[in-house]
């Protein structure tokens, strides 16, 4: 058997149901910002990533052009031409048939 509940009773376990209403609403407002502020966080930090990532892919492309350059010039360095080059320029050698004129 119950017994009836008094006005005074009923309105006092609205209240309480209202205050822990109340407490529960804040509680999930304050994760919902919480969790808000983290996620505007790590977009930030995301974007900061994204933007060294393709810093640092420059850089790369920059060494790959690069090492492709010095290939290309340790291939020349094994011609001919670079050899005749090297002879003209630091040893002043001719060929036979060849004249070098002085200015003065």
Do not use: C, P
Not at 31 to 57: H, P
Not at 67 to 74: A, C, I, P, V, W
């Amino acid at each position: 058997m119950q017994k009836k509940m008094t006005a005074r009773e009923r309105r006092k376990r609205r209240q309480s149901n209202r205050r822990h209403m109340i407490l529960a609403l804040v509680l999930v407002l304050t994760l919902g910002g919480l969790i808000s502020f983290r996620v505007m966080e790590m977009e930030k930090q995301n974007e900061q990533y994204a933007a060294k990532q393709e810093e640092l892919q420059q850089k790369i492309d920059d060494e790959n052009e690069r090492t492709q350059e010095l290939n290309d010039y340790k291939e020349y360095t094994k011609t001919r031409e670079f050899a005749e080059k090297v002879a003209k320029e630091k040893f002043g050698l001719l060929y036979d048939d060849e004249l070098k004129f002085k200015s003065e």
